[in-house]
């Protein structure tokens, strides 16, 4: 690898297809290049501390935490994630704007990003209509209901969040197009990003 950097910080809001597309990226490096892709969730690292120690059930609740609570355990996750990130491609599976009781918890503040370093961020996107009714359709977990201008507004926020991160640490930002039916597209193109 030309660059020395190794993480690709994927972003996006709830529903809009993150974990889906990440899952087919891993498998196109995999079968185009023979590489493996090391998937970094940070929710699912905030879970372990959150469940462990009885503050929540499902993943799902965390957002609705005191803000406080959440950003010590954003902290602990956020050093775990660049503990085990000592390999050679990782994604990190994440959100810059958290929507919590109190407003938008920022997903990346300097202390986490910092230790990071990601190389890139990616933005994924998709239309706010496609991302309302992928949430109602999806039964695997509790998504909260938004109307679709406040979706259009909460992915013109994270744009801004995915700019700022670039900002602090140096990273390239990478928007992708997470078109209905059309994963392998927005997968493909995340795995060209990964093979940088
Ligand atoms: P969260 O931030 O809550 O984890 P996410 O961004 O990871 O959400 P996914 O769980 O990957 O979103 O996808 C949400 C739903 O949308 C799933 O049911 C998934 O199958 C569906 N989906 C993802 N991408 C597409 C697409 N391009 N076209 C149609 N449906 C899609
Ligand atoms: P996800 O499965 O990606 O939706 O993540 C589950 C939950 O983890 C989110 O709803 C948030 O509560 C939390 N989470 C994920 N990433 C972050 C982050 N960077 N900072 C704070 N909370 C996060
Ligand atoms: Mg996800």
Redesign the pocket.
Known sequence: MSESRNIVIVTGI?GVG??TVINTAVDIVKQKHGEDVLVL????E??EVASKTGQVKT??E??KMPTAL??K??KL??ESIAKKARKTRVIV????L?QTNNGY????PEW?IRAIQPKTVVLVEAESDKIASRRSSDET?TRDAQAVSDIQIHQEMCRAAAISVGTLTGATVRRIMNREGKVEEAAAELAQTLME
């Open positions: 709830p993150k974990t969730n940070f929710g699912t905030m879970f993943r799902d965390m957002r959440q950003r355990n954003q996750a956020g599976d994440t959100h810059t958290i918890l920022i997903g990346l986490v977990r």
